[in-house]
C-alpha cells in the first residue's frame, strides 16, 4: 500500500509513527509500573537465636 500524502498537510507516516512512539511508551510505562508495584517488599525479618540458657 502507497502512503498518500493528505492535503490537509499532515504526512499520514508522521502521524502512524508518534501514535507508536506514544503506544509504545505506554505499554513500557505500565509494565515498569506493575513490576514496581507487585514486587514483594524485602522481609525485615532477622535470624533469631535462642537463649543459651534452653537446653534442648
Known amino acids: 500500500m502507497r502512503w498518500k500524502i493528505s ?3 499532515h504526512d499520514s507516516r508522521t502521524i502512524d509513527l508518534i501514535a507508536i512512539i506514544a503506544l509504545l511508551t505506554l505499554v513500557l510505562g505500565a509494565g515498569w509500573y506493575l513490576a514496581t508495584s507487585l514486587a514483594t517488599p ?3 525479618t532477622a535470624f533469631i537465636v535462642p537463649s543459651q540458657s534452653v537446653h534442648w
Open 7 to 9: 492535503p490537509h498537510g
Open 42 to 44: 524485602p522481609g525485615t
